[in-house]
């Protein structure tokens, strides 16, 4: 029987980010994405491995730099790549996030409270 990681990482993804998943049901041959955050327009293809090789440059980063309370984030750029990317912890993610819809539902509150 196939992995059903992958579904329950889509699942999981969508409830930390408060995003909806994108259910293909049996039309495997659409490519769309898994996750969709429209509250801050982000697109998430969730995928479940045995191993990626970024996963274990990010927890290097947490056991040699970190302490206790801090979050490692691991940057990387390829060769000729316009831009860079930030991997970070799921959870950290999802925390920020919650931050910053509570800091807008504060100043929508400030706005039309006059």
């Keep these: 029987m196939p992995s059903r990681r992958w579904k329950q990482l889509e699942r999981d993804a969508a409830r930390a980010l408060g995003g909806k998943r994108v259910p293909r049901w049996l039309d495997f041959g659409v490519s ?17 491995h045995k191993k990626f090789a970024h996963h274990t440059l990010l927890e290097a ?4 730099y970190c302490e206790r309370e801090q979050v490692p984030c691991l940057v ?10 930030a991997t970070v912890p799921l959870d ?19 706005t039309e409270g006059g």
């Design 92 to 110: 950290f993610l999802a925390e920020l996030l919650a931050e910053v819809r509570s800091y807008r539902r504060q100043e929508l509150g400030r």
């Design 32 to 48: 769309a994405p898994d996750v969709l955050v429209e509250a801050f327009c982000l697109v998430v293809d969730a995928k479940a």
């Design 61 to 64: 980063v947490r056991t040699k």
């Design 76 to 85: 990387t750029k390829g060769a000729r790549q316009i831009g860079a990317y």
